[in-house]
C-alpha cells in the first residue's frame, strides 16, 4: 500500500484480508492473553462466529468479555438461548493486534461473517468477496505509523466552509470545526457525515457541536468546518498525529477508519 488513497481505493478488499488474518489465528485461552495492544478478536462456538469486536488493550477487553457478570457477547447469547445451559469457557477466541482500522474489521466482520451476537454497528459496511491471503493486509499494518500522518495531513489540506451553508455528501469521512480565530477545536468522525451535519445543524443536545459552539462562545454562522477527501473519503486513525499539530485541541479515538 504506497499511500492514503491506495488504502481507501482498496478498502473492501484490504478488510477482507484483515478478516482473513484473523481467521487464520490460533486459538487462544482467554486466561493466557496478556498483549495489551490494540487489536481485534473473535469469538466462536464449534466454528460457528457469533462475535466479533475491537479494543485499544486486547487484554483488558478479553478480560471483560470472558466474565459471565460484564460479558457482552455471553449476555446476548443467553438472550436468545434462555435455556441452552452454555457455559462461558465453551466458546471459542481468535485474537489479531491491529494497528491500523481495527474500528473497520469489526464492521466489516459484522456484515460479512454474519455474527449473531453483535448488537451494535449494524449495516456499517456492505458485503464484499472474502479474501483466500492476507499479504497486503500485513504490509498495511507495517506501515500504519506512516499511512496516518499522511492521512492527517491530507484532511487538513481540505477547504472549509460555513457552517450554515454546507455541502457534503452522504458518505463515510472526518469532520474538523474552527471557531471565529481559524483554530480547529473539534476533530470527529461518522459513517455518514451528511446525517452528522444536518443532526449537528438541527440543535439536538446531545451533538458534538453544540456544546463546541458554547465553549468558543461563537454563533453558529462563525463555525466553519471541513468537507472529507472526495472521492476516497475516510474516517481516519489521526488523532494521535494531530495531537502533534498545535493547533488541534479536542481530538478524535485513535483508529484510521476506511471508507465504505
Do not use: H
Not at 70 to 82: E, G, P, Q, V
Not at 131 to 151: F, M, V, Y
Request: proline residues 5%; aromatic residues 8%.
Amino acid at each position: 500500500m504506497r499511500d492514503w488513497r491506495a488504502v481507501q481505493a482498496k478498502s473492501d478488499s484490504l478488510l477482507s484480508e484483515g478478516i482473513f488474518r484473523l481467521l487464520q489465528a490460533p486459538a487462544a485461552s482467554p486466561a493466557s492473553v496478556r498483549e495489551a495492544w490494540p487489536g481485534n478478536y473473535l469469538i466462536s462456538r464449534d466454528s460457528n462466529p457469533l462475535y466479533i469486536g475491537e479494543a485499544s488493550s486486547l487484554a483488558a477487553r478479553i478480560k471483560v468479555q470472558f466474565d459471565e457478570k460484564r460479558s457482552t457477547f455471553y449476555k446476548n447469547y443467553l438472550k436468545i438461548n434462555l435455556e441452552c445451559g452454555v457455559e462461558i469457557t465453551e466458546f471459542q477466541l481468535r485474537i489479531v493486534e491491529t494497528r491500523i482500522g481495527r474500528k473497520e474489521i469489526e464492521d466489516f466482520g459484522i456484515v460479512n461473517l454474519g455474527t449473531s451476537l453483535n448488537r451494535f454497528q449494524l449495516g456499517k459496511r456492505q458485503p464484499a468477496a472474502m479474501a483466500a491471503g492476507c499479504a497486503n493486509w500485513d504490509a498495511l499494518q507495517d506501515r500504519a505509523a506512516e499511512l496516518i500522518p499522511a492521512g492527517a495531513d491530507l484532511c487538513l489540506e481540505q477547504s472549509f466552509q460555513p457552517w450554515r451553508s454546507g455541502r457534503t455528501d452522504a458518505t463515510a469521512g472526518i469532520y474538523l470545526i474552527k471557531d471565529p480565530d481559524g483554530r480547529i477545536i473539534y476533530v470527529g468522525e461518522s459513517s455518514d457525515i451528511f446525517v452528522r451535519y444536518q443532526t449537528s445543524s438541527s440543535g439536538i443536545k446531545r451533538t458534538a457541536a453544540r456544546p463546541i459552539s458554547r465553549q468558543c462562545g461563537a454563533t453558529w454562522d462563525a463555525i466553519f468546518w471541513a468537507i472529507p477527501c472526495k472521492p476516497e473519503t475516510e474516517r481516519s486513525a489521526i488523532s494521535t498525529t494531530m495531537k502533534t499539530k498545535p493547533c488541534l485541541t479536542i481530538l478524535v479515538d485513535a483508529r484510521l477508519l476506511f471508507a465504505r
